[in-house]
């Protein structure tokens, strides 16, 4: 499994998500959030700031049958309108398109 994990800050602890980086395939972290979470996952995370670049490194980097999660743990307001944008860009990148 690939994870995505980051967004806006709102003071929460992001350990949880950090400490999952030993058992994925690969932890992308996005968003204001997505430096310390990176941080804490002991150099077991990618830092790409935005979804669009982890997507960018998940398809270099997913074999056939391997899951993309968009699992944030954060809001979406450091780079989205609201939770529905980053969902539906989430859905385009994966090559789903607009299913709203």
């Known amino acids: ?7 806006y800050d709102k003071g929460s602890d ?3 998500i950090a400490a999952r980086a030993g058992g994925v395939a690969g932890l992308y972290c996005i968003g204001a959030t997505g430096e ?3 941080a804490d ?6 830092v790409c ?3 669009s670049r982890a997507m960018a ?3 270099g980097r997913a074999a056939d049958g391997d899951i993309v999660l ?7 307001w450091d780079q989205f309108e609201n939770f529905e944008e980053r969902g539906a860009a989430f859905a385009a990148l994966a090559g789903f398109g ?3």
Request: include cysteine.
């Open 41 to 46: 996952a002991g150099g077991r995370a990618r």
């Open 14 to 16: 992001l350990s949880p």
């Open 98 to 100: 607009d299913r709203g």
């Open 1 to 7: 499994m690939h994870l995505i994990a980051g967004g």
């Open 36 to 38: 310390a979470i990176a």
């Open 49 to 51: 700031g935005s979804l």
């Open 57 to 59: 490194d998940i398809s």
């Open 70 to 76: 968009l699992s944030p743990g954060c809001a979406s």
